[in-house]
């Protein structure tokens, strides 16, 4: 069972922070396919401070998404506190998680994100600073270390758990790998020896089977998935199941993923507006589009979409195209 700070998960399955990705319409679809836990995407510290309208939309959580966790980012102790405290006074997230992992350019120059990998001792300091301050428990999640000469990765879940952290997600690469090559699982098993406090593992789940041998190898207390995620929140269905009882589920029909997605696009126009939640979806159709046969045209044809009805007419249209040919299959 997964349990951080006073915050107890039902299952031991998390989704991750995936920025420009995990607003509140797309943490919803996922937990109602039995997430334990949804991270919201990472906010800036400066952005809450300051009252940026765009960044303070990114702070809503529908009440359905609970448990969940929301990121924060920043480089100074001063507003990395204040928006700290404003996210556990002024909303309805159960944890408040420190981005420790972002390895853009634009974060890390910002003294934020995979910066702080470098260095326990900042760790140890802005990580107390906003444990002192809030109520709410404060997680952190990293990556194993900058590049393969700088990886920290126990001395930093130390310095995060000397601090007061509740928890700390480990994502099995180096800020320098970004999200290329193999994510190395060792590393996750010697954090998860060397601190008390819940650590969640991530990197290279993508089946269920994945997520099974990362908690075996690795003793980790949850499991961490992104990517495998997007267009997918069946994966987290799947997954959910086989810990449960060793069950593997089948695929869902096209159908079933076209009417997710519609629901999904659907919330994202409720929570933005049709034109900006439109331009979205074209990323979020073309995964959930992936690996269906003869898709070629629809992901095309995505791009070209400007307004529900287009999406609709456009994924209902493979479908009714797919189960006719399934029909006459059939009837051969």
Same mark, same amino acid.
């Given at each position: 069972?997964?349990?951080?700070?006073?915050?107890?998960?039902? /299952?031991?399955?998390?989704?991750?922070?995936?920025?420009?990705?995990?607003?509140?319409?797309?943490?919803?679809?996922?937990?109602?396919?039995?997430?334990?836990?949804?991270?919201?995407?990472?906010?800036?510290?400066?952005?809450?401070?300051?009252?940026?309208?765009?960044?303070?939309?990114?702070? %809503?959580?529908?009440?359905?998404?609970?448990?969940?966790?929301?990121?924060?980012?920043?480089?100074?102790?001063?507003?990395?506190?204040?928006? $700290?405290?404003?996210?556990?006074?002024?909303?309805?997230?159960?944890?408040?998680?420190?981005?420790?992992?972002?390895?853009?350019?634009?974060?890390?120059?910002?003294?934020?994100?995979?910066?702080?990998?470098?260095?326990?001792?900042?760790?140890?300091?802005?990580?107390?600073?906003?444990?002192?301050?809030?109520?709410?428990?404060?997680?952190?999640?990293?990556?194993?270390?900058?590049?393969?000469?700088?990886?920290?990765?126990?001395?930093?879940?130390?310095?995060?758990?000397? $601090?007061?952290?509740? $928890?700390?997600?480990?994502?099995?690469?180096?800020?320098?790998?970004? %999200?290329?090559?193999?994510?190395?699982?060792?590393?996750?098993?010697?954090?998860?020896?060397?601190?008390?406090?819940?650590?969640?593992?991530?990197?290279?789940?993508?089946?269920?089977?994945?997520?099974?041998?990362?908690?075996?190898?690795?003793?980790?207390?949850?499991?961490?998935?992104?990517?495998?995620?997007?267009?997918?929140?069946?994966?987290? %269905?799947?997954?959910?199941?086989?810990?449960?009882?060793?069950?593997?589920?089948?695929?869902?029909?096209?159908?079933?993923?076209?009417?997710?997605?519609?629901?999904?696009?659907?919330?994202?126009? $409720?929570?933005?507006?049709?034109?900006?939640?439109?331009?979205?979806?074209?990323?979020?159709?073309?995964?959930?589009?992936?690996?269906?046969?003869?898709?070629?045209?629809?992901?095309?044809?995505?791009?070209?979409?400007?307004?529900?009805?287009?999406?609709?007419?456009?994924?209902?249209?493979?479908?009714?195209?797919?189960?006719?040919?399934?029909? /006459?299959?059939?009837?051969?």
């Amino acid at each position: 069972m997964l349990k951080i700070g006073d915050v107890v998960m039902s /299952n031991p399955v998390v989704l991750a922070p995936m920025a420009g990705v995990c607003n509140s319409a797309f943490r919803l679809t996922v937990k109602e396919f039995g997430a334990g836990l949804v991270c919201a995407e990472m906010v800036s510290d400066k952005g809450i401070v300051l009252k940026n309208k765009k960044t303070m939309n990114m702070l %809503y959580i529908d009440e359905r998404e609970n448990p969940l966790s929301l990121q924060i980012f920043g480089g100074e102790k001063k507003t990395l506190v204040e928006a $700290a405290q404003f996210v556990d006074k002024n909303t309805n997230a159960d944890i408040i998680d420190i981005n420790m992992g972002c390895p853009v350019p634009k974060i890390t120059k910002c003294d934020a994100g995979a910066k702080w990998l470098l260095d326990p001792n900042k760790i140890y300091e802005m990580v107390s600073a906003v444990t002192d301050a809030v109520d709410k428990p404060v997680t952190v999640k990293m990556r194993t270390g900058w590049d393969d000469d700088h990886i920290f990765a126990v001395e930093n879940a130390l310095a995060v758990e000397r $601090a007061g952290g509740q $928890a700390v997600s480990v994502h099995g690469r180096t800020r320098y790998q970004k %999200y290329e090559g193999k994510a190395d699982w060792d590393i996750i098993r010697q954090v998860k020896e060397a601190v008390k406090i819940s650590v969640i593992g991530n990197g290279d789940v993508e089946t269920p089977l994945d997520a099974e041998r990362m908690l075996q190898e690795t003793g980790v207390d949850g499991v961490m998935i992104g990517r495998a995620a997007l267009g997918n929140p069946w994966m987290i %269905y799947q997954t959910v199941r086989y810990l449960e009882t060793g069950e593997l589920i089948g695929e869902p029909s096209v159908r079933e993923k076209m009417d997710v997605c519609i629901l999904h696009m659907d919330r994202l126009i $409720a929570l933005k507006n049709e034109s900006v939640a439109v331009r979205e979806m074209r990323n979020h159709a073309a995964w959930y589009l992936k690996g269906i046969k003869g898709n070629a045209s629809a992901r095309k044809g995505i791009n070209e979409c400007h307004t529900r009805e287009d999406v609709a007419h456009l994924l209902y249209g493979l479908v009714d195209e797919i189960e006719a040919k399934e029909q /006459n299959i059939q009837m051969v």
